[in-house]
C-alpha cells in the first residue's frame, strides 16, 4: 500500500467513526469523510481530513467524492434505505476506480433475523459480485452503546435493569475500529465475514457482579425491563426491537476469535470497560 493512498471514510461523525477516524490520522494516512455535516466533520477534524459533503441517496455527489480515492470504509447508520445507499455507493466506488472496500455490516445474528440484518447482507452480497476487494467487519453488540445505560445506573448507586437473562458477547468500539483499519491497511483483504466478539460472554447478573468487584459496593439486578435508548425511535426502534428478540433468545452469546487472530491481542473486556468509566483502577 503506497503512504499517498487516499482513505475514504463514510459515517466519520457517528460513534464509531468518531473513533476510527482519529486513529488513521494519528497515523500519518490521508483521510476524506462523506458527510451530509461538515460543520460538524469540520468540528470534530478541522484540516487533519478532506471534507467531502455528499450523500449516498444522490448518486450525482458521489463521484467528485470518490476522486482519487483507493480504499474505502463503508459505513452507515441504521435506515430504511441502507441497502440501496450502501449499493449506490459500491457501484460508484467501482466507477471511479476504486478497489478494497471495508464494510462495517451488522452482527452475525441480526442475518436472517431482523431488517437492517438482511439488508447488510445484500450489500454483502452485491460487493461479492463487484470484483471488488473486500471484507465485511460484524460485530457483536457494541459494548459502549448496549451497556451505556448500565454504567449509569451503575454510577448512580441504582440497580441495573435487565432487558433480558441472556449472556451476550459485548465487544468494545475501539476493537472494532482497529480491526477496520487492519483491513484498511493490509495487503491483502481477510476471508470473510469477519466476525468479532469480546473476550467473555456476559449475563446482567454477571455485569452486576464484575461492577461489585470493581468498586467494592453490592450492585443489584431490577426486575424492571430497560426501555429503547433514548432518542430511538420510528424504523429504528422497529429494528432494535428485533435484536432484543434475537438476543433473548441466545443469539450474541457467541464468541469468536477474530479480534486475538486478527490483530494479536486480547479483546478487551467489559471489566476493562465499567473500571474505565468508574475511575476505577
Known sequence: MAASELFLITGATGKLGRVLTPKLIAGGHRVRVLTRRPETARELYGDKVQIAEGDFSVPASLPAVLEGVSRVLLLSPISER??????ALVDAAKAA?????????GSDWTVG????????????????QSGLDYVAVRPNA??????AAVAGQI?????IAARHGARVGYVDIRD????AISQLLAPKVAAGPL???????????DIAGLATRITGKPVGVSSAVAGLPPGVEG???????????VIAQGGAAGLTDTVERVLGRKPRSVEAYLAEELGVG
Open 235 to 245: 424504523f429504528e426502534a422497529q429494528v432494535v426491537k428485533q435484536f432484543f428478540v
Open 97 to 105: 476506480g476504486v478497489t478494497w472496500i471495508v464494510k462495517i455490516s
Open 155 to 159: 454510577k448512580r448507586g441504582e440497580a
Open 195 to 205: 466476525v468479532i466478539t469480546g473476550p467473555d460472554s456476559l449475563s446482567i447478573p
Open 176 to 179: 472494532i475500529a482497529d480491526v
Open 113 to 128: 433475523t431482523s431488517f437492517s440484518g438482511d439488508a447488510h447482507k445484500r450489500v454483502e452480497d452485491h460487493l461479492a
Open 142 to 147: 457494541w459494548l459502549q452503546v448496549s451497556l
Open 82 to 87: 441502507l441497502a440501496e445507499d450502501q449499493i
